[in-house]
Nanobody, 127 residues
Framework: QVQLVESGGGLVQAGGALRLSCAASGLTFGNYAMGWFRQAPGKEREFVVAISRNGATTYYKDSVKGRFTISRDNAKNTVYLQMNNLEPEDTAVYYC????????????????????WGQGTQVTVSS
């Protein structure tokens, strides 16, 4: 079956950095666009960033532009989220998601667009 497993979360001070990974199995990774979402305590899950299946297109939430970078390694079936200059407002559970995409350069920003989800990894940024 399809599995998405996030890792790399943790506790970091404001201004610090973390790199999240999402390892996929049970699917043909190169056929899937990927996304990262997050859910802060007491809030709804929100879109953070997405990448097309060929890696050519990315789309970021405004508040993370210039601080977060998404990338993927199709040979390793893994998508990464490099998070720099973290802020307390970035504290949340981060989820990766996969969407089978016919169009190689298409990105998806709605939760309903995605077929599979990971269990999430906690990111806590202290002030």
């Amino acid at each position: 079956q399809v599995q998405l497993v996030e890792s790399g979360g943790g506790l970091v001070q404001a201004g610090g950095a973390l790199r999240l990974s999402c390892a996929a199995s049970g699917l043909t990774f190169g056929n899937y666009a990927m996304g990262w979402f997050r859910q802060a305590p007491g809030k709804e899950r929100e879109f953070v960033v997405a990448i097309s299946r060929n890696g050519a297109t990315t789309y970021y939430k405004d508040s993370v532009k210039g601080r977060f970078t998404i990338s993927r390694d199709n040979a390793k079936n893994t998508v990464y989220l490099q998070m720099n200059n973290l802020e307390p407002e970035d504290t949340a559970v981060y989820y990766c998601a996969a969407r089978n995409s016919v169009v190689s350069y298409q990105v998806y920003i709605r939760e309903d667009d995605y077929d599979y989800w990971g269990q999430g990894t906690q990111v806590t940024v202290s002030s």
